[in-house]
């Protein structure tokens, strides 16, 4: 058996790359981000990859850094040997990682962005000290990702954590996997626009206690097969529903997590503020590090 690596002293380079924005920054060993910057994705068309490049030459210039860790919308396939984000359609299949590892000559690694998002909770954020716990993001769309017995839960493929995609209303609305009745089809920002013909924020009373319950009854499900009793949630559904989405949703789990083991299950906001998605992309690099 192979000794676990020793925690590199260099900061390491963190790209994020979202559907409206990719950020690039230096972070270092403890998390703090020392030179960041960002580019536009959709102003960037079908030249994406070469302003990503150009983004990570301008943070890294004079900064020496021990690898790059990319944290990047899915579905992916193998950490990053295809990606191909829904929301940026100039990218179908796309080689990530070998070409930023062509183009940066650093060792690069990939993963999804909540699930890098899981990586800073237990690094920097409310899941310090734990080893149980389920993130989710519940924002435009819903995504979520599980830490097992102090690891990121990969799965076949690398996908594991789809949280979005766990049935809450049988034969519910149609959601974009193709199935029916989805958390994501549910009480996501795109499905409460298309329920509401407004945005999420002007939900009412009625929906804002629908989403918190069933948000609270994926994760009471998953609870009780999965023993964990922490789900922290990011997004700006979540966060702009305020305090009484988690005092609803903790309710609601609890509802449908009533094993002994279960006992205490909490839902609370993530503890990693705005700068959680590029801590995500940090800890991508440093996964395998103590």
């Known amino acids: 058996m192979n000794p676990a690596p020793a925690a590199s002293p260099l900061n390491c380079l963190a790209l994020d790359i979202g559907g409206t ?36 030459d301008v943070v890294r210039a004079g900064e020496e850094v021990s690898s790059l860790g990319v ?30 590892a062509e183009a940066t000559h650093l060792r690069v690694d990939v993963d999804g962005d909540v ?23 519940v924002s435009t769309g ?43 089809a549910e009480v996501s920002g795109w499905a409460i626009t298309e329920i509401t013909g407004q945005s999420p924020e002007h939900a009412d009373e009625a929906l804002r206690r629908r989403t918190a319950q069933l948000v609270g009854r994926a994760v009471g499900t998953l609870a009780s097969v999965l023993d964990f009793r922490h789900c922290f949630v990011a997004g700006s559904v979540a966060l702009g529903f305020g305090d ?17 083991f279960t006992r205490g299950l909490e839902i609370r906001p993530s503890g990693l503020g705005p700068d959680g998605p590029i801590l995500g992309a940090s800890c991508v690099a440093r996964r395998d590090e103590p």
Request: hydrophobic share 40%; net charge positive.
């Open 21 to 56: 924005k990719a950020e690039a920054a230096v972070v270092s060993p403890s998390g703090r981000i020392l030179r960041r910057d960002r580019t536009e994705v959709r102003a960037a068309g079908d030249d994406l990859f070469g302003a990503i490049v150009r983004l990570l």
């Open 71 to 100: 944290a990047c919308a899915g579905p992916m396939q193998g950490r990053g040997d295809w990606v191909s984000p829904l929301n940026i359609p100039v990218w179908r299949q796309f080689p990530l990682r070998e070409r930023l």
């Open 115 to 137: 699930r890098a998002l899981a990586l800073a909770e237990g690094r920097f954020g409310a899941g310090q000290g734990l080893r149980n716990f389920a993130s989710l993001v």
């Open 142 to 184: 819903i995504g979520g990702a599980l830490v097992l017995d102090g690891r990121l839960i990969d799965g076949d493929t690398g996908n594991s954590g789809h949280i979005g995609h766990l049935n809450v209303v049988p034969e519910g609305r149609a959601c974009s996997c193709g199935s029916r009745g989805c958390l994501e």
């Open 244 to 260: 009484h989405f988690f005092t609803t949703a903790t309710a609601s789990a609890r509802e449908m997590a009533t094993m002994h």
